[in-house]
């Protein structure tokens, strides 16, 4: 597995923050291995001067009517997003909006995503499926990983 390095200073340039919240979204309980090695390194990489605060969500839940508000929050109160996905899968809706930079229930976008794509090889990919989707908001790093850093973005 291939790492990019994430530069925690890209957070916030003025000032150094205490809290990183971080929500990883997996769609199946094999993913979330490679979702945690992501995470992991992102601690790793952050060291001692950022806190993460860590929400761990599986796709469908986060648009069930009895999780969906609180996975709204988690979401939009997320400065980094982990995704761990099988690209030919259908992406909900509720994260089209990614593609309009903006986040859950139309709020600030996540500042950085990583996403990590099983299957998402395709030259082309279907709309409406997770590859679809990151290939408009992220930067494929190979086949697997895509990186988007909203950094313009408030």
């Given at each position: ?22 929500v990883i979204l ?127 973005q408030a």
């Open positions: 597995m291939h790492f990019t390095r994430f530069n925690p200073e890209s957070l916030t340039p003025a000032k150094a923050v205490e809290k990183v919240n971080v997996y769609d199946r309980l094999a993913d979330i291995s490679k979702a945690s090695a992501t995470y992991l390194q992102l601690t790793h990489d952050l060291g001692d001067d950022y806190s993460p605060d860590f929400h761990l969500w599986r796709v469908d839940l986060t648009v069930e009517a009895g999780f969906c508000d609180e996975a709204e929050r988690d979401l939009a109160d997320a400065d980094v997003v982990i995704v761990a996905v099988n690209g030919h899968e259908k992406c909900p809706t509720e994260y089209q909006r990614w593609k309009a930079g903006a986040g859950h229930e139309g709020g600030r976008a996540p500042h950085a995503i990583f996403a990590l794509v099983e299957g998402g090889d395709e030259a082309e990919p279907a709309p409406g499926t997770w590859s679809g989707l990151l290939h408009h908001v992220a930067t494929p790093i190979n086949s697997e990983i895509f990186v988007s850093e909203l950094s313009g």
